[in-house]
Each structure stands twice: as C-alpha cells, then as structure tokens.
C-alpha cells in the first residue's frame, strides 16, 4: 500500500480504532475530535499539524514525527514522546490531560504546558531548556537530570524538583513554589 501524502486537510470525528490513519505524510492537517486511543501512529509525520479534542491515549509513537504540532484540549494520557523521532521534535500543549506520559530524554527546549495535566509524567534527563509550565498540575511528575534552565514554572502546582539533581540555572519560580524545590530537605513553608 502506497503512503499518503496530506496536505493543509481537516480530519473531524476519527476513530481511528475502527479505521485506522493511513500511514503517510501529514503536513498542515488539522484533526478535531478524533480518537486514536491505543492505535498505531509508528512512523507516520506530522508537520505543522493542530490536534484538538483528540483521544491520543496510549498511542504508539515509534518513530512518529511531530515537526511543530499544536495540541489542544487532547487526552494524551500514557503517551511515550520518547519514542518518536528526535529530529525536529516541536510540540505544544494547552488544556490536555498528560498524566503518565514519558518525556525521557527528550530535548524539547521553549516547549509551551499552558493549563495542563501533568500527573507522574516523566521528565527524567529531559531539555526541558527556556519551557513554560503555565498553571499546570505536576503532582508527582519525575523530574531527575533534567534541564530545567531558563524554565518559567512560576505558575506551575505540586512539582518536585531537587535543585542538586536538576540544572534549574535561571529557571523561574514563584514564592509559593519554594516547597516544591526544598521538599527534600523536610522543611515547612508556611504563608504568615
């Protein structure tokens, strides 16, 4: 079977369980309230591309190619970006739901998080370089050997980082902030 090659097409109401994404090229594509929970996108190269209200839990992402990809408003729960292709790496996250997702490894520097879930992702050796967690819920995210430099987390929620085991040079944080950064240490920040 011969690979598609879309170009600059909107996708609406995929389910992709019951047919699956031709594999392909997807360059400029748009996909709205398309479910490919648990399906295959092995391989197959977005560029350019908008997810919004997809269904991308558990997804199989071995090699997959996200060449500067929008998501929003996306379940994405166990997704495993570090099996998709390193080259060109760009994605961007508002308003989805990432809880169990792996990031290791990964060099995703200036990555957007805005209003996301962000529960025990993993973000072990990770370039997370001049990233944005805007209001985002990090409750036992994984943060270890991670470069956090330059990172705004200043509106970020119930993060752990250990600044001896993460490079946070000039990284951003708020004051309410403080505890996730000395939780370690068994210290109590209290507000007055």
């Not at 200036?110 to 370089?129: I, P, R, W």
């Amino acid at each position: 079977m011969d690979n598609v090659f879309a170009e600059n097409k909107t996708f609406e109401n995929l389910d992709c369980k019951v047919t699956p994404l031709p594999q392909g090229e997807y360059d400029d594509c748009t996909f709205i309230s398309c479910d490919f929970s648990s399906t295959d996108l092995s391989g197959i190269k977005f560029t350019d591309c908008r997810f919004q209200h997809c269904n991308l839990s558990l997804v199989k992402t071995n090699k997959t190619a996200l060449r500067e990809i929008v998501f929003q408003d996306c379940k994405m729960l166990g997704l495993n970006f570090d099996r998709c292709n390193e080259f060109g790496l760009a994605i961007s996250f508002e308003n989805c739901t990432l809880n169990h997702a792996s990031f290791y490894q990964t060099k995703i520097k200036a990555t957007l998080f805005k209003n996301c879930q962000l529960q025990e992702v993993d973000f072990t050796e990770c370039d997370l370089s001049y990233a944005v967690f805007e209001h985002c819920e990090c409750s036992k995210a994984i943060f270890e050997n991670t470069v956090l430099e330059h990172a705004d987390l200043r509106s970020a929620q119930h993060y752990s980082i250990d600044p001896e085991k993460n490079k946070i040079k000039k990284a951003r944080f708020s004051v309410f902030g403080l505890a996730g950064l000395l939780e370690k240490y068994g210290i109590e920040v209290e507000e007055n």
